[in-house]
């Protein structure tokens, strides 16, 4: 039975391969690249020291990445479309209705889940394991500069998510499948659900997984503690009054603000400022430091999910009749 199940799925894990061995065709010699030119360039130098001189090596080093980094937001929906490629297999077997021919034989109905699930979660691990030791180490000198809140792809595809993401569109999927029996509107809904869901994650929930630091400063003075905002996920910047209320008001204010500069000083702008409310700058922010963190709170909830979508099509497949 082992062996049939894994016949069965054979050619969605030969997918899957294919396009982990393409991605890492791609990667791996940029990541040697990128590494190459941080060592070379003293990239780590800069960045300790922050000096003007070290703003153009560091715009450099950006562009380095050049086409791959743009596109990694884009390969953040790589996990959910492997994921429900994985659960294909066992939907079409329900689907076509050759299961039937193993729960009618020696195999039991618990024993036929048990192995079709297993391999399919073992796959899928394993997918979503090897995506992410990939960007992980592709990202490594990425994230030493812009840190790894960087963007979508910065979190999305580092660490331990991209598994628990594969794991979730997987049990989705499979979910779906179960219960909708028909193969092909299974996978799309599934996906369309993946990505609406993380969407909603990504764009509104995991900034409130942790309640956000806040920094309010004189707009005339420097900044905030040194390095405090370093590769730090800014949530708002912008001007405000000394309570860190964002600043309310109009274009003409800064621009009639702006003109008192040519008539004094930059005191005077920035007592025009204070005048109408804007005074400070305020920065809301979740530090550098809370990565890990987030990657478990994350992790934690698509993996609960996907266990409860795995329970969910097992319970319907156990009370399916033969």
Known sequence: MIWLGFRQQRTET????????????????????????????????CLAHKSPACAQTLSDFGGRAGVLRSVMPWLTLLPGMLGVALAAPLVL?????????????????????AIRFSLAIATALAVGGL???????YREPLDKVFGRFDGSSGFDLEGIVPIAYVLFALGLALAVGVAWRRTAPAVITSFLAYVATRLFVDGWLRQRFVTPLSRTWSISASGPAPRSLDNAWVLYSGLSDRAGHPFSGGYAVLQACGRVVYKGSKALNAHCLARHGAGFNTAVYQPASRFWEFQGIETALFAGLAILLLGLAVALLLRRPA
Not at 21 to 41: E, T
């Open 131 to 137: 995506l992410a030791l990939l960007f992980t180490w």
């Open 93 to 113: 077997d329900l689907e076509n209705g050759t299961y039937r021919l193993a729960w009618t034989q020696s195999i039991t109905r618990v024993r036929w889940i």
């Open 14 to 45: 030969l997918v899957a391969g294919a396009v982990l061995l393409l991605l890492a065709a791609l990667f791996i010699p940029a990541g040697v690249h990128l590494a190459s030119f941080y060592a070379q360039d003293n990239v780590a130098h």
